[in-house]
């Protein structure tokens, strides 16, 4: 099928205003300047080395106006000796991408059976951006440390 000029012409400003119809339906989302990382779930937890029960780390990537980040890749990076844990397989790193409202979660977290505190750490990026931090997390013998309770 050949489209003359004019044809040609009204097929753009009906495809024009059907996208004008639907702000942001044509639009890539802007990318950010900046990333943060914010620690939602997991800072300073206690698992339960015993039982080898742990709290799932979880983050909310927001950009410089702190709006969330979606689509993100999250790196929750775990030490490879001493007390700390492992994700599914044993793995010491966990990749996970961050859903509309800019969270991720580092699911099948299980502590050692070392008790102790230790640092994970965690990366992320997007289109090219990224931000890194790190938080404190213990495992403990079936009691808390300090005043924050197990989770079982």
Not at 47 to 55: D, E, H, I, K, M
Not at 62 to 76: H, K, L, M, Q, Y
Not at 115 to 143: D, E, L
């Amino acid at each position: 099928m050949t489209l003359t000029n004019p044809q040609y012409r009204s097929l753009l400003a009906t495809v024009l205003a059907s996208l004008m119809a639907f702000p942001g339906a044509a639009q890539e989302p802007a990318i950010p300047r900046m990333l943060n990382i914010v620690i939602v779930e997991g800072d300073g937890a206690v698992n339960n080395a015993r039982q080898r029960v742990s709290r799932e780390p979880i983050v909310q990537v927001t950009d410089e106006n702190n709006r969330p980040v979606a689509g993100a890749a999250v790196i929750f990076f775990l030490p490879g000796s001493g007390p700390g844990a492992t994700f599914p397989g044993g793995a010491n790193s966990f990749t996970a991408i961050t859903g509309a409202d800019g969270r991720a979660a580092a699911n099948g977290l299980k502590a050692n059976s070392l008790k102790g505190q230790y640092q994970v750490r965690v990366t992320a990026s997007f289109k090219g951006v990224s931000a890194s931090t790190s938080f404190q997390m213990a495992n403990a013998a079936g009691a808390a440390i300090g005043s924050t309770a197990l989770w079982a």
